[in-house]
Each structure stands twice: as C-alpha cells, then as structure tokens.
C-alpha cells in the first residue's frame, strides 16, 4: 500500500484545505463577534434577542446564494448549528448562561 502522506498532490490538498479551514475558524469568530455585540445592543433596548423571521430569510439568501457544491440541505444543517454556537457563544461573552438569562455574580 502506497504511503499518501509522501504524495505531494496529497500535501497540496492538505495545505488547501487547511488554509480553508483557517479562513472557516476565522469567519466563525468574526460572526460570533458580531452577534454578541448585536445581542448585547438588542438586551440593552429591550428587543428580542433571537429573530426567527430574520434566521429563516439570511438561510433562504444563502441558499440562493450557494454556488455548491454543497447541497441546499447540507447548508442547511450547517447553517442551524451555526446559529446554535454563535448563540451560545455570544450568551457566554456577554455573561449569560446557557438558559439566556444573564449571570449574577
């Protein structure tokens, strides 16, 4: 059996892949970033933190969007645990827990 990792096709997709990954993390950062601003700015003006209308018009524009390969259900699925971390996420930087209600100290 031949030894993959010595291929240097193999080392090149690799290395694509990885700087994509890095792109991903970085991105993912950046959307957690910003929903926790926009949380924080929504909790102060007493509005409703989560907006299903706007969650389900920003999946339908980046399915239009998509450009594949990926498929409309596989964005999907990625797209609502998207949603699900940077939720969370922004409840942790902005001092929830996890129920969303904000931590005393």
Request: charged share 30%.
């Amino acid at each position: 059996m031949k030894d993959a990792d010595a291929d240097p096709v193999v080392k090149q997709y690799r290395s694509q892949i990885t700087d994509a990954d890095l792109g991903i993390v970085q991105a993912l950062n950046k959307r957690v970033a910003l929903v926790a601003r926009l949380h924080a700015y929504k909790r102060e003006r007493g509005y409703d933190v989560i907006d299903p209308a706007r969650e389900d018009w920003l999946l339908s524009y980046l399915t239009r969007a998509n450009g594949g390969p990926i498929s409309a259900d596989a964005l999907a699925t990625l797209y609502h645990h998207l949603l699900e971390i940077s939720t969370a996420e922004a409840r942790r930087l902005n001092g929830a827990d996890p129920s969303g209600e904000e931590a005393t100290a």
